[in-house]
């Protein structure tokens, strides 16, 4: 059967959705009116991300906290509650499992006043600590699903085998367990790494002082320049520097991420 159809079809995909990045990648560094790149073709538009307010490098450290933050909060919230779910039966387990999934099925939105208040009480308001926390909270569903389809796909054997040999339940899980579900591990954190990284509402309703303010945040608010002007060259800039760990980080992890979407269907 001839495969020039799956290429025609994989082909038109990847022009769709590389178009976008590529014109994004093309216009920050082109020539264009009104930017500081506005003869030739070079880093320009880069110069002026770079000292924004206060500067590229403080928003991007702003981002990477928030996103390893929200990473690891995930990671270890995730892999606890996967674990049970999976292996131990306990009454009412599959109502509270899907009580959990239903967190999904609210406008995420409609929760960021309430938790605002929260944040506002706990002291947490306008950190980063309280917006990973909120993003957390946002991942947990999926995360904890993910998870648990990737302990279900690991045959009980292998953790019962670890039982016997003397291995307490923790032990078992670190040693025995964690290894075997790496790929729905890194899943769960390539997700919650680009919803962090990307997110704009959260932080904008969270985050209140300037220099806190993570990259999307701090893209969007250079757009509003002198008299209501857009320096499309800066903010395509912005663009640039917010796909760019994305893309790498897809790339480097990509066989890990297919077979963690993979673990659910070789079950059994």
Same mark, same amino acid.
């Given at each position: 059967?001839?495969?020039?159809?799956?290429?025609?079809? !994989?082909?038109?995909?990847?022009?769709?959705?590389?178009?976008? &990045?590529?014109?994004?990648? #093309?216009?920050?560094?082109?020539?264009?009116? +009104? !930017?500081?790149? =506005?003869? $030739?073709?070079?880093?320009?538009?880069?110069?002026?991300?770079?000292?924004?307010?206060?500067?590229?490098?403080?928003?991007? @450290?702003?981002?990477?906290?928030?996103?390893?933050?929200?990473?690891?909060?995930?990671?270890?919230?995730?892999?606890?509650?996967?674990?049970?779910?999976?292996?131990?039966?306990?009454?009412?387990?599959?109502?509270?499992?899907?009580?959990?999934?239903? #967190? &999904?099925?609210?406008?995420?939105?409609?929760?960021? =006043?309430?938790?605002?208040?929260?944040?506002?009480?706990?002291?947490?308001?306008?950190?980063?600590?309280?917006?990973?926390?909120?993003? !957390?909270?946002?991942?947990?569903?999926?995360?904890?699903?993910?998870?648990? =389809?990737?302990?279900?796909?690991?045959?009980?054997?292998?953790?019962?085998?670890? &039982?016997?040999?003397?291995?307490?339940?923790?032990?078992?899980? @670190?040693? #025995? @367990?964690?290894?075997?579900?790496?790929?729905?591990? #890194?899943?769960? +954190?390539?997700?919650?790494?680009?919803?962090a990284w990307n997110d704009f509402i959260t932080p904008l309703v969270l985050i209140s002082d300037s $220099? %806190?303010?993570?990259?999307?945040l701090a893209v969007a608010n250079m757009r509003q320049q002198v008299m209501g002007i857009v320096d499309?060259?800066?903010?395509?800039?912005?663009?640039?520097?917010?796909?760019?760990?994305? =893309?790498?980080?897809?790339?480097?992890?990509?066989?890990?991420?297919?077979? $963690?979407?993979?673990?659910?269907?070789? %079950?059994?």
């Amino acid at each position: 059967m001839s495969r020039t159809p799956r290429y025609v079809l !994989t082909g038109g995909l990847a022009v769709l959705f590389l178009a976008p &990045l590529l014109w994004a990648a #093309i216009a920050s560094v082109s020539p264009q009116p +009104g !930017t500081r790149q =506005i003869d $030739g073709w070079g880093l320009g538009n880069y110069q002026t991300l770079a000292n924004y307010q206060a500067g590229i490098g403080q928003y991007l @450290l702003n981002s990477t906290l928030v996103a390893g933050m929200t990473v690891l909060f995930t990671l270890f919230v995730s892999l606890l509650g996967g674990y049970a779910f999976a292996m131990f039966r306990f009454p009412g387990r599959n109502v509270l499992f899907l009580l959990t999934l239903a #967190i &999904l099925m609210v406008p995420y939105a409609t929760l960021l =006043i309430p938790l605002y208040v929260l944040l506002n009480d706990l002291g947490l308001q306008n950190s980063l600590v309280g917006l990973s926390l909120v993003l !957390t909270m946002f991942q947990l569903p999926f995360a904890v699903f993910m998870m648990r =389809i990737s302990f279900e796909a690991v045959p009980k054997e292998l953790g019962e085998s670890a &039982l016997v040999d003397g291995c307490g339940s923790l032990r078992a899980l @670190l040693h #025995i @367990l964690v290894p075997a579900v790496r790929p729905g591990l #890194i899943t769960v +954190g390539l997700f919650a790494f680009l919803a962090a990284w990307n997110d704009f509402i959260t932080p904008l309703v969270l985050i209140s002082d300037s $220099g %806190k303010l993570p990259l999307p945040l701090a893209v969007a608010n250079m757009r509003q320049q002198v008299m209501g002007i857009v320096d499309y060259g800066a903010t395509e800039a912005g663009v640039v520097a917010l796909a760019l760990p994305c =893309i790498v980080l897809f790339l480097a992890l990509q066989r890990h991420y297919v077979r $963690g979407f993979m673990s659910g269907a070789l %079950k059994g």
